[in-house]
């Protein structure tokens, strides 16, 4: 099982509370830091207390100091009935209260964390003092704080919480208001079983001052705050009545408490205090003193319950100004199930039937508060006393007017609110809006019958429109006025509309749209309005058919082709249409001009098509001559082929005849003439076959100067492009010589012939695994082959060569200055020592001798060997040198001399000594003594691998060692 976490773990995992708590509040939080800027810890006997500042305020952060579970379970226990159970009805003199199981992270694990709200005051001791020392008006402050602790006990005891340490510095007084704090000992209903068999022991036993003597033995329940809160309250009291008993018995005695000492409750009868108490002059504190003073004398158990006056609470609800009846009912209620009888004198005020008959007996009476009381009355089963029965049924019958006049009301049915209304039950105590509206609904009828009639013989409209315009404020979101206000709108459209097309027919100048547009807008309002006759109906029709001719004749351009002509005859047709029209006459002079161009042009048609059939071409050009000049029409192309022909035939001559010819523009042009003049590329066949021949070869090489470009869209590795350029240039190279285009794959040739030149050069020495090679041809070429796709393929491979090359550079620098070789060389010559030539190795063999003559040499330690008689053991001890060079050391034991050479020792006596070796026997090795030897002769040869060849420096001899029971003695 993994250890608690220490302090110090806390503090480090506090350094960062964005990982190390769940609680987003936390995680926003900063602890309160000490001058040396770690957290700051307010220590205890089982945990320690931060202070945490986050974005909701500061929180006490509880870490505990080891694994408790059963005061785990009830933290838990106590954090779930404040926060979850209770929660808004916590009482407020309790601060929040959470605990976590896995609220804090220490390494890979959670511990449970508990946080409290950080109480902001002075403690209630404190307080007190601060209070006395003001004289009158601070007793006056303790005579209200007293009262304050009474609403604080009811507070707890209404809740069901004890909370087990009540005392002065558990109790932080926050403006003038009484705040608990530190919840250890805190008991709930979950803690406090019914069983007695299954209560829990106690963890806080409280103050010896503010306790029972009987506290100690007892069982963990929801009695426990009660002598407690007596000793506080009594306390408190006593100051007042007489301040003189806290100069006395605190201040004169240095008594850290409130007022009573540890004394007090455990010898009371030697006491001083409690007869002072029993003979004050204030009668109630000498009641309460005496009722404790006898609960010492007694179990705990019979500890008297906090209660003042039972009745006090139902006291002062009736007799308040104005009687709450629901409160004081609910007071009954709950003084009835706790087994309490109201007093006489007090039921009379706090009779269930008080309010009913309260509100009977008003001179203006609230007929609706009648009734709702009479209801609730009679809904818990009681019966109405005679008195009051009539007065609540004429309640509940005016209540029932006044309700069905609301709901017609709210519904906007005037027609119904008239049948309802009956002013004898209503005008004298209902709202005053209800009545008026109740009374202005006769009105609302009687207009909605008006139109009603205006609706069902409208004449012309105009009478219903100027009704409903006049009087629709008055019918706002009554339903049924929905419908009149439908058949005045649609009125009103329609008599618009007629009025505009009168007006405009009216009008000399209105155009055909104007008309058609005016006429529409009848159509869209409805059935013809009556002032409209046949005349009116037959010229909106004519305007409707005339307009969108005319409109798509004044959208055909008036520039002059063979296009916008056609539209023009096409919308024209021949004129019947438009027959009447008088704003048709300006376009009948365009139509004849536009209808005599088209005739040219079907001329044109005619002459083409004889010419297709073997008729001379010279009949087009002559057709073509008679239309106006740029007048566009289909046949413009065939009409300029023939010039166009022999322009383009000479155009492909001079591209051949071109000092430096190149093969695209004799291509071109070759193209061009044959796409725009077949016939004339076909004769040139025929009439020049080598300037034909020229236009095909053209093509064939432009092809081949095509493939080069295709290499880059087809491939897209440059360097298979590269060797792709090559090739093609190697088989098809000569088709191009002596071309102008030959000249636009220079560059690329070029630059794919340098890029392989210089890749094959690296990829030799990489294929060699010359890094030293490889590192003379990467700096020549590596910059011109950047991103080159071989060079990138084979980058970890090459970087790996690199610093292959680097680190042999490096030995060689090391060596060419005489400086020692480092550990890490010396592995590097063991796996490379390939990449070294004899002089460098030689060399290197040089140094390695001299250090294993000079600092690197094996000296023994002190004291150099010690034996153990019992088990037959000797111990070489001797001091390893040489700082990495060496790799191991061979140690041979032999009972007779020391060895000149390895291979003279026993293999069986023969040891590898590798570093880890001797520094896990603290700086040597224990050997086993040849069989029978008196004395031990151990011999030690350092040893370096170099790879090509095993070095071996000069030996440490340590001995002769005496074999059995000796004491340790210096080489």
């Known amino acids: ?26 995680r926003q939080s900063r602890a309160e830091r000490s001058p040396m800027g770690v957290p700051r810890a307010r220590s205890g006997a089982f945990a320690s207390v931060y202070k945490m500042t986050g974005p909701k305020g500061v929180v006490a952060l509880k870490l505990f100091n080891f694994p408790n579970e059963d005061r785990a379970r009830r933290y838990q226990a106590v954090s779930d009935y404040l926060e979850l159970t209770l929660g808004p009805r916590k009482p407020s003199c309790v601060v929040k209260f959470r605990y976590h199981t896995n609220g804090i992270r220490v390494g890979k694990l959670w511990y449970p964390t508990l946080t409290m709200s950080w109480v902001r005051g002075v403690s209630l001791g404190e307080w007190v003092r601060q209070a006395v020392a003001r004289n009158a008006a601070g007793i006056a402050d303790i005579r209200k704080m007293a009262d304050s ?56 036993f409280g103050k010896p001052a503010y306790q029972h003597p009987g506290r100690a033995v007892e069982r963990l329940g929801g009695s426990l705050d009660r002598f407690s809160a007596w000793v506080i309250f009594i306390a ?56 404790l003073r006898d609960a010492l004398d007694r179990p705990f158990s019979k500890i008297p319950p906090f209660v003042l006056d039972p009745f ?109 209304y009956q002013p004898a039950l209503i005008d004298d105590w209902a709202d005053p ?52 206000e439908t058949a005045a709108t649609g009125w009103r459209a329609r008599i618009k509309a007629a009025d505009n097309f009168l007006r405009v027919f009216a009008n000399a100048s209105q155009t055909e749209r104007e008309v058609a547009e005016a006429w529409q807008a009848v159509l869209g309002a409805g059935p013809l309005h009556p002032v409209l006759t046949e005349m009116h109906r037959q010229r909106g029709i004519d305007a409707a058919h005339w307009a969108p001719i005319l409109e798509r004749l004044r959208h055909v351009s008036s520039v002059a082709s063979y296009e916008n002509d056609t539209q023009l005859l096409t919308v024209w047709g021949n004129g019947a249409a438009l027959a009447g029209c008088a704003e048709a006459h300006p376009f009948a002079h365009r139509v004849t001009e536009a209808r005599e161009r088209v005739v040219l042009v079907e001329a044109l048609a005619r002459a083409i098509k004889r010419t297709e059939q073997g008729g001379p071409e010279d009949a087009v050009v002559a057709a073509a001559k008679k239309l106006p000049t740029g007048y566009s029409h289909p046949h413009v192309h065939r009409a300029g082929e023939q010039a166009e022909g022999l322009w383009l ?46 236009g095909e070869h053209a ?87 950047a991103d080159y796709p071989p060079l990138m393929d084979r980058m970890n491979e090459i970087r790996g060569q690199l610093t292959r090359a680097e680190r042999i550079a490096s030995i060689r620098r090391k060596l060419d200055a005489t400086a020692a070789l480092a550990p890490e060389d010396l592995a590097f010559l063991r796996d490379n020592h390939s990449e070294f030539d004899p002089d460098t190795k030689s060399a290197i063999e040089t140094q390695v001798r001299t250090r294993l003559a000079g600092e690197a040499r094996l000296v023994p330690a002190f004291p150099a060997y010690s034996s153990s008689g019992k088990r037959g053991l000797v111990k070489a001890c001797w001091s390893w040198g040489g700082q990495g060079l060496i790799s191991h050391c061979i140690v041979a034991v032999d009972g007779r001399r020391f060895l000149a050479d390895p291979s003279e020792a026993d293999p069986y006596s023969r040891i590898n000594c590798l570093p880890e070796n001797h520094q896990r026997e603290g700086g040597g090795i224990t050997l086993v003594p040849p069989n029978g030897a008196p004395q031990a002769y151990v011999t030690i040869w350092p040893v370096v691998e ?6 071996y420096g000069v030996p440490l001899t340590i001995g002769p060692v005496p074999v059995g029971n000796v004491s340790p003695s210096r080489w």
């Open 1 to 26: 099982m993994p250890s608690w976490p220490t302090q110090s773990d806390y503090k480090d995992a506090l350094q960062n509370p964005d990982t190390a708590f769940r609680d987003p509040d936390l």
């Open 149 to 204: 602790w009474v609403t604080l006990t009811e507070q707890l005891q209404t809740a069901k919480i004890a909370h087990g340490d009540l005392q002065h510095d558990n109790i932080m007084v926050v403006g003038d208001a009484p705040v608990l704090v530190d919840y250890d000992g805190m008991c709930v209903p979950a803690l406090d079983p019914p069983d007695p068999a299954k209560k829990l022991e106690q963890l806080e």
């Open 236 to 291: 408190l009291r006593a100051i007042v009545a007489d301040p003189q008993l806290y100069a006395k018995y605190v201040l004169k005695t240095d008594n850290e408490n409130l007022l009573f000492t540890p004394a007090d409750m455990q010898n009371p009868a030697a006491s001083e205090l409690w007869p002072s108490l029993i003979a004050c002059r204030d009668p109630e504190l000498s009641g309460w003193a005496r009722t």
């Open 312 to 420: 006090d609470q139902l006291r002062k609800l009736a007799g308040a100004s104005a009687r709450d009846w629901g409160q004081i009912e609910a007071e009954t209620e709950r003084l009835k199930k706790i087994g309490k009888d109201v007093p006489a004198e007090l039921w009379d005020r706090v009779n269930p039937v008080g309010l009913l008959r309260e509100l009977c007996a008003a001179r203006t009476k609230d007929w609706a508060k009648i009734a709702v009381e009479g209801e609730r009355l009679l809904a818990t089963g009681r019966l109405l006393p005679s008195d009051v029965k009539p007065i609540y049924e004429e309640a509940r019958k005016r209540v029932a007017a006044r309700n069905t006049v609301k709901k017609a009301l709210d519904e906007r049915n005037p027609r119904a609110v008239v049948t309802t």
């Open 433 to 484: 809006k209800l009545v008026a509206g109740a009374k202005a609904a006769a009105g609302q009828v009687a207009l909605l019958n008006e139109l009603k009639v205006a609706v069902a013989a409208p004449g012309d409209g105009r009478a219903l429109v100027k009704l409903w315009d006049g009087n629709a404020s008055k019918l706002t979101a009554v339903p049924e006025a929905r419908l009149y």
């Open 649 to 694: 035939a000479t155009e492909f001559q001079r591209a051949v005849e071109h000092p430096r010819p190149s093969d695209r523009a004799i291509a071109a042009a070759y193209e061009k003439l044959r796409e725009k003049n077949p016939k004339a590329a076909e004769r040139l066949s025929r009439a020049n076959p080598a300037l034909f021949a020229e």
């Open 699 to 785: 093509i064939e090489r432009r092809q081949l100067l095509d493939l080069f470009a295709r290499i880059a869209v087809d491939e897209p590795r440059a360097d298979k492009q590269d060797q792709k350029w090559l090739a093609l240039w190697a088989e098809n190279g000569k088709m191009l010589s002596d071309r102008a285009d030959r000249e636009e794959l220079r560059a690329r040739l070029t630059l794919a012939r340098d890029r392989l030149e210089k890749w094959s050069k690296i990829a030799e020495a990489l294929t060699a695994r010359d890094a030293v090679a490889l590192r003379k041809q990467f700096t020549a070429h590596g910059a011109a082959l």
């Open 946 to 951: 170099l790879g090509w060849k095993t070095i």
